[in-house]
């Protein structure tokens, strides 16, 4: 039996931040596995500029063999279409049926929690899975003045900007606030630096940089 969360999103491409938070899952939470579910079309953002569902596997599966706890689960992909976290974690319950320790971990970021009651089925989501919220901008505090006071970036206890205090407090499901570390790093500037030809090299890992330059993609040119 195996405690497994499930990681999804576009994915595109995978980067250092991704399976650093992957990693706070597992040796921070406890987790076994976290099964990264790439989404063929997601139902909440519009498909910019999204590499096809076939590469962003192969860089996932790619990336993986060097780590057994990370997995490309690719029952979206597979389904076809938009699809519904609720409808993927039914899905990927009965498909791990008897290896499941317990509820699936679900992870998302915070700027998904914020948004989070608008989803397909949010109250069954809740009660059937163990929401982690990860931290994605770092913690602040407020001194007298009313100024803003950038920490370490590194997790103190809660959400301690105004804003994450308010809509956090508000937030109508339980929850575990994941201590990740930030890395300042999304895949639509990894996509713009490779276009420009700007440096991306270190925020990848070696087998999605190898991958992105052998097929070319995102604009590369050498």
């Excluded at 320790?101 to 989803?119: P, V, Y």
């Excluded at 937030?171 to 570390?181: A, D, G, R, S």
Aim: charged share 25%; proline share 4%; with cysteine.
């Amino acid at each position: 039996m195996m405690k497994i969360a499930i990681f999804g999103g576009t994915f595109n491409p995978v980067h250092i931040g991704h399976i650093a938070l992957a990693d706070d899952v597992c040796r921070t939470l406890g987790y076994d596995k976290v099964l990264f579910v790439p989404t063929f079309i997601p139902p909440h953002k519009k498909m910019l500029h999204v590499e096809s569902a076939e590469n962003r596997v192969a860089m996932l599966k790619n990336t993986f063999k060097s780590d057994s706890r990370f997995v490309a689960e690719t029952c979206e992909v597979d389904r076809g279409g938009v699809s519904y976290t609720i409808d993927t974690v039914h899905t990927l319950i009965e498909k791990y049926k008897g290896e499941l320790d317990g509820k699936f971990g679900l992870i998302m970021g915070q700027e998904n929690a914020f948004e989070f009651n608008k989803w397909k089925g949010a109250s069954e989501l809740a009660e059937i899975t163990d929401i982690i919220i990860a931290q994605r901008q770092k913690a602040v505090s407020v001194d007298t003045d009313g100024f803003e006071n950038e920490n370490t970036g590194e997790y103190t206890g809660g959400f301690n900007s105004n804003e994450y205090l308010k809509i956090f407090s508000q937030f109508p499901f339980n929850y575990i606030p994941l201590k990740n570390l930030i890395l300042p790093v999304s895949s639509t500037e990894i996509r713009a630096r490779i276009a420009k030809g700007a440096g991306w090299r270190y925020l990848v890992p070696q087998a999605v940089y190898d991958y992105i330059i052998e097929n070319k993609l995102y604009g590369y040119n050498g």
